[in-house]
């Protein structure tokens, strides 16, 4: 289901893209609008979890130095028959995880020092689970492509309101001035808010993956309850273009109305869907 609504979500990107070129600057304008976006997502698809890892000041780890962390994922991966990621530890007190990489074959999951402190082994194998949900759902992928299809769509507009500025606006004697008017205000929000849905969509997804890959999803419910409670207390010192990839929201959790600009669905809802798990088994 989460697959499905993924996919709706990002053919309605595409459906923006093509809709918003044609009414602010037809085919040409569209074509260098995606061809550009392409361009720059693509060196950071590639290079996303060197800026990633590095951003968020994690620390590459050997077995040595973390054998709990080390032996919990070695046997997560041959569960979900997936390559060892490297592995890294963020030196800060609030707990926390995300994984990077393009494929499982390039694949990094990083954790924070307070989450090995504050979690049992089954509540970090719940989380490492998650991580790895995302490397084996090709998430980085997939928000790639959102994020392409979103950059295009966000700089067809920019250039659609500096032609309206200068009066080299499309010709609107046949009624599309007031469409391409709406395009250019409206498709960047549209656009913003598909791509946080697919991404919000992509945590239902994965956890749901990690208690198919556990066997049981209690270790990640109890995981995101003490997540969701020291996110409160302890503050996490992150740069806001990383939030996307923890696995809970490190800068606070959106509520009302502000929950459509959210990277990620409440934590009572994916714990609630969690919950909904067991009861269907």
């Known amino acids: 289901m989460n697959t499905m609504k993924t996919a709706l979500l990002l053919t309605g990107l595409t459906l923006l893209l093509l809709f ?13 609008a995606l061809v550009l976006a392409v361009v720059m997502n693509g060196v950071a698809y590639f290079f996303s979890d060197k800026i990633a890892l590095r951003m968020s000041g994690a620390r590459p780890v050997t077995r040595e130095q973390a054998p709990r962390l080390y032996a919990i994922t070695e046997r997560l991966c041959q569960r979900a028959n997936l390559p060892m990621p490297r592995l890294y530890v963020i030196p800060q007190a609030a707990p926390n995880a995300f994984a990077t990489g393009r494929n499982p074959r390039h694949a990094a999951v990083a954790v924070t020092a307070g989450l090995m402190q504050l979690m049992d082994d089954e509540e970090v194998e719940g989380v490492i689970a998650h991580e790895l949900a995302h490397v084996r759902n090709y998430d980085i992928l997939t928000a790639s492509v959102a994020a392409t299809l979103a950059g295009a769509i966000t700089w067809l507009a920019h250039m659609g309101r500096w032609a309206m500025i200068f009066g080299g606006g499309r010709d609107d004697r046949n009624g599309g001035g007031l469409a391409a ?49 020291y996110n409160k207390k302890v503050p996490m010192d992150v740069a806001p273009e990383m939030a996307s990839l923890f696995i809970v929201a490190p800068l606070g959790t959106a509520s009302g109305l502000l929950h459509w600009f959210s990277t990620h669905p409440p934590l009572e809802k994916r714990i609630a869907a969690l919950k909904n798990l067991v009861i269907a088994r």
């Open 20 to 32: 918003g070129g044609a009414a602010i600057a037809g085919q040409d304008g569209m074509t260098v």
């Open 181 to 229: 008017l709406l395009m250019l205000f409206l498709a960047p929000i549209a656009a913003l808010l598909i791509q946080l849905a697919i991404s919000r969509q992509r945590e239902f997804a994965a956890d749901a993956t990690a208690a198919r890959i556990v066997g049981h999803p209690f270790g990640l419910i109890r995981a995101l309850e003490k997540l969701g409670s």
